[in-house]
């Protein structure tokens, strides 16, 4: 978002932080002999099930004891117990384990299922060894999310090949499932939390935009880049040749490197593909035609991520891609309040390496601190007027806001799957993007819905737009604001109504530079006599002249009369009585586009000359003309 007040909600972030780590558990410490134990915060929705085994705790070839769970001699023997984890936004698993004697071609593998029958293999113990295993499992969320211990490669030989798992563990985590502006889409993959036509992405504060190169010489490259309380971050790789690693404050975002061409992969990489049907993005080092990006990574407030890829050096569309293992990405944690770092790394490998893009980084943003995040916010300055209304979003065909709730109508059933209005978006994904231009009236980089005077005039929104502000601080109302649950002020007198447009040019004056009128001829002093009609003026061009007289105690204004005309024009004619002597006039200007100000000329005073007659006694008198 283009925003230049950028007054961050350290606290909001912070609560996004303490709702992100509180965590339920599943776990099984294998402290008591017994397949139905359950020491997490969180019961399992079934016990551990042998298979082609007795489902004898206390002996078998899988069996708990000395507080393990041991696996001896296996040969088609597994076990695997489920958990409900549907409720939950992320997932991890998490053991310990030890092997013994395991010969070549022995191992036991750790395998997990989203439906109780398709496993996917996580990983592999062999030899003689020890460690923790811990990956993310959020790929894996549903209502019967299963793990399963079994041999992987050749049966187990020797009376002496023995494996051992302890404290299994899942953790899981919970985002917000708040919908806040009910259009059935939870607002952490809704684009637009409000229904006002901006996204998200948009109303967050924008600190970092940078652009990238790096050498396409052999060797590993990196950029490093810094930014405090970040709450969203959009990578845009113009080029990729051909892999890369993110580092975000010490945690990379998937376990393993992100290899994009077939046939390269590295020891440590993994295949990158689109999720609906395998294949490889094509040349991903050749930058596409029309500024579409080749790899697009996401990463929300919540840390999760999303990547997506435009398919040829011609595409117009990006689509989402997931590791072809299947692998999910690591969620990342953000540091409110401090400073976060990304790394961004381009894997050393036979031939030329290099990448070039742009990172887009923001943090989450309250630009009138009434403790309403503009992306929730739905007058995101307190000047009174809505949002949607300031950015323009209501020009676009088929956008309405005819209950004047500061939302779009029809939003709650017609956002699709994202959450963005279907009238603006360009296609119904995660990645859309608006169809029209949010409105910069003022051409100053900050978009008008976040700035107290959009056409930088110097005159306030709020005046500009007709209504109330009390202290003339650019917030609508008194001081202190108010403000409801959406960020509407209730302490204003009025306001989100329709702006004012005084020209009837059908451009809001608040969008319109506008000034005070410059006066370059000021009235001058005037002699004339009674009954002889003269004129007052001033050189000016303006909307509105309002010539006014001093009563001797105040300035009152002039209407056409016997002895005015001209009263609202810049030349005020006068047929002068004797009452008008030594009247003082000045004019009043304004213009119909600036009410902040008028232009009030200097005084001219009027003066009548009074005519010489003789008498037969030869005396002269000066009196009045009639």
């Given at each position: 978002m283009k925003n230049p007040i950028k007054r961050i909600v350290i606290l909001l972030l912070a609560l996004f932080s303490i709702t992100i780590t509180a965590q339920d558990t599943f776990s099984d410490t294998f402290s008591s002999?017994?397949?139905?134990?359950?020491?997490?915060?969180?019961?399992?929705?079934?016990?551990?099930?042998?298979?082609?085994?007795n489902n004898n705790p206390a002996n078998g070839y899988i069996r708990v004891t000395n507080n393990e769970l041991r696996f001896a001699y296996i040969w088609s023997e597994n076990i695997r117990r489920s958990a409900d984890l549907s409720s939950y936004s992320t997932a991890s698993l998490s053991f310990d384990w030890r092997t013994s004697s395991l010969e070549s071609g022995e191992?036991?593998?750790?395998?997990?299922?989203?439906?109780?029958?398709?496993?996917t293999t996580l990983d592999t113990f062999s030899g003689t060894q020890s460690g923790t295993f811990d990956q993310d499992i959020t790929a894996y969320i549903s209502s019967n999310t299963t793990i399963r211990f079994r041999k992987g490669g050749n049966d187990w030989s020797g009376n002496n090949d023995r494996a051992y798992i302890d404290n299994v563990t899942i953790s899981t985590t919970s985002v917000p499932q708040t919908d806040s502006d009910g259009d059935g889409i939870i607002d952490?993959?809704?684009?637009?939390?409000?229904?006002?036509?901006i996204t998200d992405e948009e109303e967050y504060c924008s600190s970092i935009n940078a652009s990238f190169l790096t050498s396409s010489d052999v060797g590993e490259r990196s950029v490093v880049i810094n930014h405090t309380d970040t709450g969203y971050l959009r990578l845009d790789f113009s080029s990729m040749d051909n892999s890369f690693q993110l580092d975000i404050?010490?945690?990379t975002i998937h376990p393993s490197v992100l290899e994009f061409e077939n046939g390269a992969l590295d020891a440590g990489d993994e295949y990158f593909v689109f999720q609906s049907d395998g294949s490889f993005i094509s040349q991903p080092w050749v930058a596409n035609s029309n500024g579409v990006p080749r790899i697009r990574l996401v990463v929300n407030e919540y840390g999760q991520i999303s990547l997506y890829g435009s398919r040829t050096t011609s595409s117009t569309t990006l689509e989402l891609m997931?590791?072809?293992?299947?692998?999910?990405?690591?969620?990342?944690?953000?540091?409110?309040?401090?400073?976060?770092?990304?790394?961004?790394?381009?894997?050393a490998g036979p031939g030329p390496e290099g990448f070039t893009g742009e990172l887009f980084a923001s943090a989450i943003c309250d630009t009138d601190g009434d403790g309403i995040s503009n992306e929730f916010d739905l007058d995101s300055d307190n000047d009174g007027i809505y949002d949607i209304v300031e950015s323009g979003v209501l020009n676009e065909s088929g956008v309405t806001d005819s209950n004047n709730d500061g939302r779009i109508d029809g939003a709650t059933s017609s956002s699709g799957s994202n959450g963005l209005f279907n009238a603006i978006e360009d296609v119904d994904t995660e990645y859309a993007i608006p169809s029209y231009s949010i409105l910069d009236s003022d051409a100053d980089g900050s978009y008008d819905a976040y700035v107290l005077d959009a056409d930088g005039d110097g005159c306030n929104d709020v005046r500009e737009a007709g209504f109330t502000d009390t202290n003339?601080?650019?917030?609508?109302?008194?001081?202190?604001?108010t403000i409801d649950a959406e960020g509407i002020v209730t302490s204003g007198s009025d306001g989100y109504t329709t702006p004012a447009d005084n020209d009837s040019n059908?451009?809001?004056d608040y969008?319109?530079?506008?000034?005070?009128?410059?006066?370059?001829?000021?009235?001058?002093?005037?002699?004339?006599?009674?009954?002889?009609?003269?004129?007052?003026?001033?050189t000016v061009t303006a909307d509105n002249y309002q010539w006014q007289y001093y009563n001797g105690g105040s300035w009152l204004n002039l209407s056409d009369s016997g002895v005015y005309s001209g009263t609202t024009t810049n030349i005020l004619t006068i047929n002068p009585t004797p009452s008008e002597n030594n009247v003082q006039y000045r004019l009043l200007t304004g213009n119909d586009e600036f009410i902040c100000g008028t232009t009030t000329s200097n005084t001219a005073t009027l003066s009548l000359r009074v005519n010489s007659v003789v008498t037969n006694r030869r005396i002269t008198y000066r009196v009045n003309k009639n």
């Open positions: 002999v017994s397949y139905a134990n359950n020491d997490g915060t969180q019961n399992w929705s079934s016990n551990w099930q042998e298979f082609n085994d191992t036991l593998v750790i395998q997990i299922s989203s439906d109780g029958s398709s496993f952490v993959v809704d684009l637009d939390d409000d229904n006002d036509g404050n010490g945690s997931e590791a072809q293992g299947g692998t999910p990405f690591n969620t990342i944690p953000w540091i409110p309040g401090n400073n976060n770092t990304f790394t961004l790394t381009n894997q003339d601080d650019g917030y609508l109302g008194p001081n202190p604001v059908t451009t809001y969008r319109e530079a506008g000034s005070a009128p410059n006066i370059t001829s000021q009235p001058v002093n005037t002699t004339t006599c009674p009954g002889c009609t003269t004129t007052i003026s001033a």
